[in-house]
């Protein structure tokens, strides 16, 4: 019975761990993370026509270009425009980097303003109701686990 037993020398987490599952690689590489830094890709070209619009309204945002130098650790750098040539242009998407308490700032913006586009289609619509045929607006969604109801 001795005979089938392997030595606890030989079964430890190294040597019993599991195989790794493949999955495909990300198209775009994630930068380093830096503190108090966001990183995003913007769109610097579509269908190889420059985008400079884009660029230039990102920029005006507050966003500026990560320079390759600082993130050795993206390999598949390739210069598509001689004027992004010392930052990481991947596929017609430039590395921007931005403090994170402007994309914060943005972030609450726009969701005030969607906020805002909502409460103005709700007045709208409880307006226009009746009260012999009231229009509900119920935005509530209910889940339950268990047996089925």
Not at 6 to 17: H, K, M, P, S, V
Not at 114 to 133: A, G, Y
């Amino acid at each position: 019975m001795a005979e089938n037993r392997i030595d606890r020398e030989l079964t430890n987490r190294e040597t019993t761990t599991r195989k790794r599952a493949w999955s495909r690689p990300e198209v775009l590489p994630s930068p380093t993370p830096q503190p108090g830094y966001a990183f995003r890709w913007i769109r610097t070209s579509n269908q190889g026509q420059v985008d400079a619009t884009n660029v230039s309204s990102k920029l005006r945002e507050g966003w500026e270009p990560a320079k390759a130098s600082d993130h050795p650790e993206i390999t598949m750098v390739t210069v598509e425009n001689e004027k992004f040539a010392d930052n990481v242009v991947i596929g017609g998407l430039m590395l921007c980097k931005a403090p994170i308490e402007m994309v914060d700032e943005r972030t609450d913006y726009y969701q005030q303003q969607s906020d805002n586009q909502i409460k103005s289609v709700d007045n709208n619509l409880m307006r226009e109701s009746d009260p012999r045929m009231p229009i509900f607006n119920d935005r509530k969604s209910k889940v339950t686990f268990g047996k089925g109801s």
